[in-house]
Nanobody, 121 residues
Protein backbone atom coordinates (compact mmCIF):
# COMPACT_ATOMS: atom_id res chain seq x y z
CA UNK A 1 0.00 0.00 0.00
CA UNK A 2 0.97 3.63 -0.49
CA UNK A 3 0.19 6.52 1.82
CA UNK A 4 0.34 10.21 0.99
CA UNK A 5 0.70 12.70 3.84
CA UNK A 6 0.19 16.38 3.17
CA UNK A 7 1.28 19.35 5.23
CA UNK A 8 1.71 23.09 5.00
CA UNK A 9 -1.83 24.39 4.74
CA UNK A 10 -3.17 27.16 6.92
CA UNK A 11 -4.48 30.68 7.12
CA UNK A 12 -2.67 33.46 5.31
CA UNK A 13 -3.45 37.01 4.30
CA UNK A 14 -3.89 37.96 0.68
CA UNK A 15 -0.51 38.50 -0.94
CA UNK A 16 1.16 36.01 1.35
CA UNK A 17 2.79 32.68 0.64
CA UNK A 18 2.45 29.06 1.66
CA UNK A 19 4.38 25.93 0.80
CA UNK A 20 2.53 22.64 0.66
CA UNK A 21 4.29 19.30 0.92
CA UNK A 22 3.12 15.79 0.14
CA UNK A 23 5.25 12.82 1.13
CA UNK A 24 4.60 9.34 -0.18
CA UNK A 25 5.51 6.20 1.70
CA UNK A 26 4.98 2.50 1.24
CA UNK A 27 5.53 0.15 -1.64
CA UNK A 28 6.78 2.54 -4.34
CA UNK A 29 8.80 1.42 -7.35
CA UNK A 30 8.64 4.49 -9.57
CA UNK A 31 6.65 7.67 -9.96
CA UNK A 32 4.94 8.52 -13.20
CA UNK A 33 3.29 11.84 -12.38
CA UNK A 34 2.69 13.99 -9.32
CA UNK A 35 0.19 16.76 -8.99
CA UNK A 36 -1.83 19.14 -6.88
CA UNK A 37 -5.56 19.69 -7.16
CA UNK A 38 -7.92 21.85 -5.15
CA UNK A 39 -11.58 21.95 -4.28
CA UNK A 40 -13.31 25.08 -3.10
CA UNK A 41 -16.64 24.90 -1.22
CA UNK A 42 -19.46 24.13 -3.61
CA UNK A 43 -17.12 23.63 -6.56
CA UNK A 44 -15.62 20.68 -8.37
CA UNK A 45 -12.05 19.56 -7.80
CA UNK A 46 -9.71 21.24 -10.26
CA UNK A 47 -6.16 20.86 -11.43
CA UNK A 48 -3.57 23.24 -9.99
CA UNK A 49 -0.26 21.85 -11.23
CA UNK A 50 1.42 18.61 -12.24
CA UNK A 51 4.99 17.44 -12.70
CA UNK A 52 6.15 14.34 -14.53
CA UNK A 53 8.98 12.03 -13.58
CA UNK A 54 11.04 13.84 -16.19
CA UNK A 55 10.37 17.20 -14.61
CA UNK A 56 7.88 18.53 -17.14
CA UNK A 57 5.41 20.85 -15.41
CA UNK A 58 1.90 21.97 -16.21
CA UNK A 59 -0.12 24.68 -14.50
CA UNK A 60 -3.68 25.90 -14.51
CA UNK A 61 -4.15 29.42 -15.80
CA UNK A 62 -4.88 30.62 -12.25
CA UNK A 63 -1.63 29.11 -10.95
CA UNK A 64 0.72 30.27 -13.69
CA UNK A 65 3.21 32.86 -12.52
CA UNK A 66 2.26 32.49 -8.85
CA UNK A 67 2.65 28.81 -7.97
CA UNK A 68 5.61 26.50 -8.48
CA UNK A 69 5.48 22.71 -8.31
CA UNK A 70 8.65 20.78 -7.56
CA UNK A 71 9.66 17.35 -6.35
CA UNK A 72 12.37 15.62 -4.37
CA UNK A 73 12.65 12.07 -5.67
CA UNK A 74 14.94 11.00 -2.85
CA UNK A 75 12.28 11.99 -0.33
CA UNK A 76 9.30 10.82 -2.42
CA UNK A 77 7.89 14.30 -1.90
CA UNK A 78 6.17 16.86 -4.09
CA UNK A 79 5.89 20.52 -3.15
CA UNK A 80 3.68 23.42 -4.13
CA UNK A 81 5.08 26.88 -3.46
CA UNK A 82 2.21 29.37 -3.56
CA UNK A 83 2.98 33.07 -3.75
CA UNK A 84 0.80 36.15 -4.14
CA UNK A 85 -2.13 34.24 -2.72
CA UNK A 86 -5.65 35.53 -3.34
CA UNK A 87 -8.91 34.90 -1.46
CA UNK A 88 -10.09 32.86 -4.46
CA UNK A 89 -7.25 30.40 -3.79
CA UNK A 90 -9.09 29.32 -0.65
CA UNK A 91 -9.75 25.59 -0.98
CA UNK A 92 -8.79 22.14 0.19
CA UNK A 93 -5.63 21.14 -1.66
CA UNK A 94 -5.03 17.50 -2.55
CA UNK A 95 -1.89 15.85 -3.83
CA UNK A 96 -2.17 13.12 -6.41
CA UNK A 97 0.40 10.53 -7.47
CA UNK A 98 0.46 8.13 -10.38
CA UNK A 99 3.03 5.44 -9.67
CA UNK A 100 3.99 1.81 -10.01
CA UNK A 101 4.45 -0.40 -6.98
CA UNK A 102 6.72 -2.86 -8.77
CA UNK A 103 8.28 -3.93 -12.06
CA UNK A 104 5.48 -4.62 -14.50
CA UNK A 105 2.82 -3.45 -12.07
CA UNK A 106 0.01 -1.32 -13.45
CA UNK A 107 0.01 2.39 -12.87
CA UNK A 108 -1.96 3.19 -9.71
CA UNK A 109 -3.47 6.48 -8.61
CA UNK A 110 -3.33 7.76 -5.04
CA UNK A 111 -4.74 10.85 -3.33
CA UNK A 112 -3.70 12.67 -0.20
CA UNK A 113 -6.18 13.45 2.55
CA UNK A 114 -6.28 17.15 1.71
CA UNK A 115 -4.96 20.22 3.46
CA UNK A 116 -6.94 23.41 4.00
CA UNK A 117 -5.72 26.70 2.63
CA UNK A 118 -7.58 29.85 3.64
CA UNK A 119 -6.63 33.23 2.23
CA UNK A 120 -8.14 36.23 3.98
CA UNK A 121 -8.70 39.54 2.26
Amino acid sequence: QVQLVESGGGLVQAGGSLRLSCAASGNIFTFINMGWYRQAPGKQRELVATITSGGFTNYSDSAKGRFTISRDNAKNTVYLQMNSLKPEDTAVYFCNFFLRTGIGAPVSNYWGQGTHVTVSS
